[in-house]
Structure formats: structure tokens, C-alpha cells
């Protein structure tokens, strides 16, 4: 068939959006693919496949299936890469980072742990502009961590030992893993199989509260991955990065009132005995425990407590190292009792911090069991002077909220200890007696 003899129809309806067609039929022409059957060859016009520029440099779409191709030379060699889609948008984003690897992008720094440094750059620039608190950026920082902990564990050995991430303990059990997996995961080879492999070993290892933050930092390191040209979409793989359901508080394990008596005793008793050997100031192990018990503060806040900070003319105590913000609490009577009798110890004018022991970890633990107590950590004295104000139908959830140092109101003090309320309602009318 003589090239004059050809007649080549353009229907508008038919040529795809952001294309250019200056010269159609004759790229139709250079492009011509040939069927080749038993007899010979011949050209096949209803099979016809050819390029058609965009509007974009260097991104092509072969008709008739409409999909987009990239071409490039690079030093006298043209290149070609099928982008699989018919999707303008999607072949231009796609087209980006094929034109940066293809020129020399540094694809061998795409791995979670060069991601994971330039992460931790970004989080440290928004601490000096202000857009973030230097805790946010901390909590994040051990986030991390914690995600490289999992990572080399359940990738190197396929499961996940409990006890290495148990608070508390023997620690001598723990083992310390590297971070050599997670640091040469290549970004372009996660796969959701391997993200729900790694999200669910998570959750065995962490509470939900940890699960989440885990999958918040991944979900950041992932989309910085796509900002950066090293994934082209992180959608796929970020939807096995969902949230775990924070479970309900039992909180089954807290000490009856005279539980709490023998503990404070026992532990008065180890804490003297600890500082008589070792010389450490660890005789006031069980002040802090009753203050813990009394205040509901978390054991970083008390570590931080200065004496000046105990207002005893207005009977309050402040509160300035928090996980949020800082707050104040009554001098409640047997709170003021403690403070008051270390006062006392400390030779009635102390000044600077008022404990000089770090963690009672340990010495409750083994005071726990001595008296025989489910185990309990310094978090659960707060959970405990929680459940002791919450039995009181006098105080409401509110005000048991501002003395924890919340600041919605009360909902997450609801959400945590109002079953306690309910089933406290319950045992208390079973004594009401109408007539």
C-alpha cells in the first residue's frame, strides 16, 4: 500500500486529555507496528500502536491504549520506562522520579534509616522556628527507636520476645538489639505484606498508646519518602499502619487500702535498709511512693518537685516538668503529712529537689511481692490515687481531671476510670434501703 493511498481519520472524542497532535498522522507513519502472519508481512491498520507526545517533556502515551511512557537520552542512549497507567497526573509524578534516578539520584540513600536522619533533622528545625515542643520532638525521637527495635527482631528471628520489652524486670534478660535491619531497608521494596508483618509484632511488643505513635513516625517517614522522589505513593502502604483500639483500664491489679498500708511499710523498710549499705539517699524510696499514691503526679514530675515549689501558706504544689502543661494541686491532708515528715528528715529547711531517688522500680516491685500484690509500677500509684478520689460520690470527674493535670475537662479521666465510677455506683446501691 503506496503511502499517498492511506487515509487517516482524527476523532477528537478519541484522543486523549493533555495531548498535542500537531503532527499525528505523521508520527501514525514512523511508528507503524507490522503483523507478521504464515504468508508474510503486512501492515495491520486496526492494530496499529504509536507514540504521541504530552504536553510534558520527556512523558509519551502510546495509543490506542492511551498509557504513558517515558523517554530520555542520556549520553547518546534513549531510555524508556512504561509508568502503567493511563492516569495524566499519576505518569507526571511517576515521571519525576524516574527522570531523577535515571540522571544520577542518589537511589542507594533511599532507606528507612537515611530517611529516619533526615527526619529527625526536619523535627529538630520546627523545635528552633517554634512550630514544635523539644517533647514532641523527643517522643517522636523514641518513637523511632522503638520502631527499630521491633524491626530487627521480628525480621531477624520471626517473632517477638515479650520480656525484652516488659517494663521493668530483669534487665540482665533484656537483650539489646542493633538497628542494622531497619537502617538498610530499601523504601522502594516495603510492601504492605511487610508493614503488617512489622505493625502486628508491634502491637505484641507495645501498649497501644506506644503501637500508635509507632505507626504515626512510620506514616511521617513514608510520606517524607514520597516528598523526597523515593516512593512514588505511600497510600498502599500506609494503610497497614492503622491504629490500634486503645484498650479499657481494668485496673484490676491496684492494692485494696490495706495492701497500700503494707507496701508503704514494706517499702519504708527496704528504702532505709538500701541507704544504710550502700550510702545512696535512697531512705526516702518511701516517702516517694506515698507521694506518688497521694498526688497522682507521674515519677518525672516528682523528680523534677523542688522544695520551692511546695506552697505551704497556700497549701498547693506546682507542678513545672509535665507531660503537657504545668499545673497545681491542693496540698491534700495526707499529701501535706508526707511532705511534712521529710521535711523533717531533711533537717526542717531543705532546699533544691525534694527526692533525691530517681526510680522506686524496683524496691516496689519486690515489696509487691513480699506482701503479695499483683506486680505495680510508679504509674499505677497514679491510676490508684485516681480510683481512691473516684470512690468518693463527693468529688466528680472534672475535678479529679484538673488534680491529674488534664486539661480537656475530664473526658480522658471519663474514658479511663469511668467504668470504676459505674461499678463503684453499683456496690453502693446495693446498701440503699427506701422504707
Known sequence: ??????QISVYPERVPQNLTVPSLAATMLRVMIKEVDGSGTKTGLQNERYFVKSKVTNLFILMPSEIYYGRVKIKGKVHKKCFDTTSFEVAKKKLKGWLEEMRGRPVNDATLG???????KRLQIQVDTGDIKPRTLNTKLEAIEQCKKVWQEVFSTGKIDAANYMQGGDHSKKIKLPSTLFNTQSVAKLTPTVLGQWRAAMAQAYAPSRVNGGMTVMGELLDLAVE???????TKLTE??????PTTLKLTHLPTVLKYHDLKTEIHSRSTKADTVFRRGLDDGGYKFEFLCCSGSRNDSANHLEWGDV?????????????????SIPLFPELRDVLERLKKLRGGNPTGRVFRVQS??????????????????????KHYFATRCLENPQIDIPTVSRWLGHKDGGALAMK????????HSQRMASVVKIG
Do not use: Q
Open 1 to 6: 500500500m503506496a503511502t499517498n493511498d492511506l
Open 114 to 120: 537515611a530517611l529516619a536522619e533526615e527526619y529527625a
Open 228 to 234: 523526597l522522589g523515593f516512593l512514588f505513593s505511600s
Open 240 to 245: 497497614k499502619l492503622g491504629y490500634v483500639k
Open 311 to 327: 506552697d505551704w501558706a497556700r497549701n498547693v504544689v506546682r507542678f513545672g516538668k509535665t507531660k503537657r502543661d504545668n499545673y
Open 360 to 381: 522506686i522500680k524496683r524496691v516496689l516491685e519486690s515489696a509487691c511481692t513480699a506482701v503479695g500484690t499483683p506486680r505495680l509500677t510508679p504509674h499505677d500509684c
Open 416 to 423: 479511663t476510670y469511668g467504668h470504676l465510677r459505674d461499678e
